[in-house]
């Protein structure tokens, strides 16, 4: 029997991580985050890291507590490109650390928008601001 070498190792490169239970590690923090957010804990936005976010996020969408569109402005805030440039694109949220105040990034947002004249990114930063105080209170 032939082995398509080049389909073979796609199909093994979108795989995702097991744990011992054979359960996906992805999967079984997303139920983490599932199960806390049910058991009505708040979320604290002014100390995540840039991978809980995304994760929270997701878990929402997940749900359907939050659609796509209203997850636009949380996604956008974990991002992190590099001031040197090149074509490096984004730096990986998962072996970043840092804690960060998500509700600040969002009110500098909101200012920057204001600045600008920017209506529709101020609109979406208003209602990520909503929805965040909504979740923490």
Do not use: C
Not at 16 to 43: C, L, M, W, Y
Request: charged letters at 25%.
């Amino acid at each position: 029997m032939r082995v398509d070498v080049a389909g073979t190792s796609h199909l093994y490169a979108n795989r995702r991580p097991q744990d011992p239970a054979g359960d996906s590690v992805a999967e079984s923090f997303s139920a983490a985050i599932a199960s806390a957010q049910a058991d009505g804990k708040q979320t604290d936005f002014t100390s995540m890291t840039r991978q809980e976010m995304r994760d929270w996020a997701n878990g929402q969408i997940r749900s359907g507590e939050m659609s796509l569109d209203d997850s636009r402005p949380f996604m956008a805030m974990t991002m992190k490109v590099p001031v040197s440039g090149g074509f490096g694109g984004e730096l990986a949220a998962a072996s970043d650390g840092e804690r960060l105040d998500f509700t600040q990034k969002a009110q500098a947002g909101i200012e920057a928008a204001r600045l600008r004249h920017d209506d529709v990114t101020l609109k979406m930063l208003e209602s990520a601001m909503q929805i965040m105080q909504r979740k923490q209170d």
